[in-house]
């Protein structure tokens, strides 16, 4: 009932920068928080960023000062702005969003399929 797509992701050398996009699609009434995630090999899932309806932000400690998490109520997308990025970012990133369905107007727990961001010289 609703589709997170992702796009942005791809191999930038140490240093460099990519910007991540999601967006929601579907029987959406309002979206509450959207957030990012990444899973690299041999790892648990990890939140990067999150981004409240309201704008309020928290981040990871690993990624404070050099990540940014944005979002477009209206259109129902979530970006994710990476700078400074370190080897240690390679992981595959996932786009979450807490959606309120139109159809059951029940809150439900929805994920894109995920975008490689390999960080490498």
């Known amino acids: 009932q609703v589709q997170l797509v992702e796009s942005g992701g791809g191999l930038v050398q140490p240093g460099g920068s990519l910007r991540l996009s999601c967006a929601a699609s579907?029987?959406?009434?309002?979206?509450?928080?959207m957030a990012w995630y990444r899973q690299a090999p041999g790892k648990q899932r990890e939140l990067v960023a999150r981004?409240?309806?309201?704008?309020?932000?928290n981040y990871a400690d690993s990624v404070k000062g050099r990540f940014t998490i944005s979002r477009d109520n209206a259109k129902n997308t979530a970006f994710l702005q990476m700078n400074s990025l370190k080897p240690e970012d390679t992981a595959v990133y996932y786009c979450?969003?807490?959606?309120?369905?139109?159809?059951?107007?029940?809150?439900?727990?929805?994920w894109g399929q995920g975008t490689q961001v390999t960080v490498s010289a």
């Open positions: 579907g029987s959406i009434a309002t979206i509450d928080d």
């Open positions: 979450y969003a807490r959606v309120l369905l139109v159809t059951t107007w029940v809150q439900n727990d929805c």
């Open positions: 981004c409240t309806h309201g704008g309020s932000t």
